[in-house]
Each structure stands twice: as structure tokens, then as C-alpha cells.
């Protein structure tokens, strides 16, 4: 009798087994999702449908991406946390990952605890940008402007806990100003608004800027990376114009809900890696001034450890700043 409950029991762990698609070896054996929490058509969407078509030729299944946006972000985020851990919901999202649940009171979703990282995957940086109006020749004349008439200057962000707002409140705590916030629903009406003359300033990413500086159309002052951009070579680093502090970058990672199958993260992530490899994919971004991350940081351990400095980053920020969760 107990050799027959063992083998009841060992008959009974591979039928366990074999009914959970997660970690079966063919994983993946349908159609996988990538949940892009935010309208169709941004850098992080793009990044998605890109990637997801690499990766998909490497896994032997196709990838979908579905856009789920509103509350910056938080309600597509909420939906890949709360999804099945059997590795065919994912979510690709960017630097208001780790910000947006800081901003609300009821937070939705934890950024450290309830998901599991695949891998980082691209990186751009965003540019100071002013109308054409403003006389500002260059970044100390612009934070004396700013200094002299913060009451009435409006600054242009995305929403609450967006990438340019997120940008805006290191601004404005580096030389130490307040001005009125404005905010958009996504960085396009923004962005329009600044071309019009409507709003006087914003911080976004130069993927988005890239086009209008070049032509004249706005004022550009500096550049939050560490070195001058190739596609915009006369634009300094904030560091150089006088803000060493203002270093940040609008990245974007591969995650999926907390419990995933180790294979599934193990095949996700070597996926990941070997599309990031693609030379056509490097020079697409490369005309964005997006740049795809090294090996190192495109594993789980590499976001993993990423994700905690930038979740203190921008804790320490909102807190400086006395921004309160709504």
C-alpha cells in the first residue's frame, strides 16, 4: 500500500506538471502579450512592437502587443500584476513605473515586490526646451528668466508621474524654483502647446524633441545624459551648461507578474538580449537617440538592481519636492 500511494502521488505530480503550460518545456506554446500601459504610437509602444516581433522569431510564437493606458500608466501595470505568473502577459514600460505609485494613495501595484524582471531594454535622454519666445540664450540666462518670473512661467509635462513631469520636478529642484504646472494627456498636445507659444517650458525626451530643435522651432538648452548626442552635437549636457545634478533618462524594461516559471524568464530574457543584437533595430533607434542597454543589464539581475536605485531616486525626489500622493 505504500509503494501505491507513492506512486499515486508521483503519478499525480506529473499530471501537475504536464497541465501547467508555465513550465512546460515547450514554453512558449501560444500567443504571448505584451501590455504597453500607454496610448498607441509612443517610444515605449514603438519599443514594444519592435522587440516583440524579434524576439517573437526567437521564441517560435508571436507576440502581441496591447495598449492599456490611463492613470499614468497605473491601470495596464495593475492588470499584468494581478495576471496569471504562467509567462504570457508581460508588461514593457518606462521610467513611471517606478514613480507612479508614490503619486496615488491607493497604490495599485508595488514595483519591487509584485513583478518579476526580465530585462532592461533601451534608454533615451531628455532635453530642457523652451518656446521660441523666450530670449534665454543659453541655461544660466534661462534659470535666472525662470528665478525672476516663476509665478507666471507654465512648465508642459504628460500628466502626473510622467517621464517630462517627473524631468520637471528635478528642474525645478535643482535651481530651486516653482513654477505652474500644466498637464497634457500624453506629450503630443504638449508638445503642440510649446510650438504654439501656449506654454513657456517643458523637459521631454529626445525622441520626441529631436525634430524641433533641429529645425529651429523650439529652444533647446541642455541634455540630461552624461555625453552629447551624435544626432545633436551643439547641445551640451546639463552638467556642462551648469547642472551637474540633472542626469536622468526616459528608460524602458520587459517584466512580467511575480511567480513566472524560472525557464519562461530564463527563454524571455535571452530573447530579449538577442533582439537587442539586431543591427537593423540599433540604427531605428539610433535616428531617435534611443540606445539599446548592454548584455548586463538586459537579465533579471541587471533590472532587478536597477529598479531599486531608481524607485529610492525618485522617492528621495518626491519627497524633497513635498509632492504628496492624490
Known sequence: MRWLDVLLGLLGLLALIASCPAIAEDYPSHVVTIVVPNAPGGPSDLLARWIGNLMSRQLGQQIMVENVAGASGTIGTSRVAQAAPDGYTLLMHNITFAAAPLLYKSRTYDPLGDFDPIGLVAETPQAIVAKKAVTARDLHEL?????????????????????????????????????????????????????????????????????????????????????????????????????????????????????????????????????????????????????????????????????KVEVEKWNQTLKAMHVTPE
Open 143 to 307: 534659470i535666472a528668466y525662470i528665478k525672476a518670473n516663476q509665478q507666471t512661467i507654465n512648465l508642459a509635462d504628460a500628466g502626473r508621474g510622467s517621464a517630462s513631469y517627473l524631468c520637471n520636478l528635478m528642474l525645478e529642484r535643482a535651481i530651486g524654483a516653482s513654477m505652474t504646472a500644466v498637464s497634457y494627456r500624453g506629450m503630443n498636445p504638449a508638445l503642440n502647446d510649446l510650438l504654439a507659444g501656449h506654454v513657456d517650458l517643458m523637459c521631454d525626451q529626445i525622441a520626441n524633441t529631436a525634430e524641433q530643435i533641429k529645425a529651429g522651432n523650439i529652444n533647446a538648452y541642455c541634455v540630461t545624459a552624461r555625453e552629447r548626442l551624435r544626432q545633436l552635437p551643439s547641445l551640451p549636457t546639463c552638467d556642462e551648461a551648469g547642472l551637474p545634478h540633472l542626469e536622468t533618462s526616459v528608460w524602458v524594461a520587459l517584466l512580467g507578474p511575480r511567480g513566472m516559471p524560472r525557464n519562461a524568464v530564463s527563454r524571455l530574457a535571452f530573447a530579449l538580449r538577442q533582439a537587442l543584437h539586431d543591427p537593423a533595430l540599433s540604427q531605428q533607434l539610433a535616428k531617435l537617440a534611443i540606445t539599446v542597454v548592454s548584455d548586463d543589464l538586459a537579465t533579471p539581475e541587471g533590472l532587478r538592481a536597477f529598479l
